[in-house]
Nanobody, 123 residues
Framework: QVRLVESGGGSVQAGGSLRLSCAASGVTTAVACMAWFRQAPGKGRERVAVSYIDTSDTYYADSLEGRFTIARDNAENTLYLQMDSLQPEDTAMYYC????????????????RGQGTQVTVSS
C-alpha cells in the first residue's frame, strides 16, 4: 500500500509562487508514475503533471503554459510541484497521486492519492 501526504498549499496573490510537496511511503517501487491532479469546486478532475518512474518522462497539462514543474527526490521519496506565475484559475484542491501502470498514469483515475492540499490564488 502506498501512502501519500501532501503539504505546501496556501493562499497567494496572482503572480506568486508555491511549492507543493508529497511524502510517499509504502511500496513505492510498485508504481509506474507519480503525479499531481487538481479539482476546483464544480469542475472536473484535471491531471496537472505526471512523472514516469522508469523513463523519467514528464507530462504537463496544456493549460499550465509552462508555469509548473514536477520533480522527484527518489532518496527522500518525495514528489514536488513548483508552481510559478499563479493565476486565480489555478485555485483548486491539489492532490498527489500514484499509478501502478502506464495506462493508469495517462488517465485521471489513479490507484493511490493523498488527502489534498488547498491552493487559493487571489487577483
Amino acid at each position: 500500500q502506498v501512502r501519500l501526504v501532501e503539504s505546501g498549499g496556501g493562499s497567494v496573490q496572482a503572480g506568486g509562487s508555491l511549492r507543493l510537496s508529497c511524502a510517499a511511503s509504502g511500496v513505492t517501487t510498485a508504481v509506474a508514475c507519480m503525479a499531481w491532479f487538481r479539482q476546483a469546486p464544480g469542475k472536473g478532475r484535471e491531471r496537472v503533471a505526471v512523472s514516469y518512474i522508469d523513463t523519467s518522462d514528464t507530462y504537463y497539462a496544456d493549460s499550465l503554459e509552462g508555469r509548473f514543474t514536477i520533480a522527484r527526490d527518489n532518496a527522500e521519496n518525495t514528489l514536488y510541484l513548483q508552481m510559478d506565475s499563479l493565476q486565480p484559475e489555478d485555485t483548486a484542491m491539489y492532490y498527489c497521486a500514484a499509478g501502478r501502470s502506464v495506462v493508469t498514469c495517462r488517465g485521471r483515475d489513479f490507484d493511490y492519492r493523498g488527502q489534498g492540499t488547498q491552493v487559493t490564488v487571489s487577483s
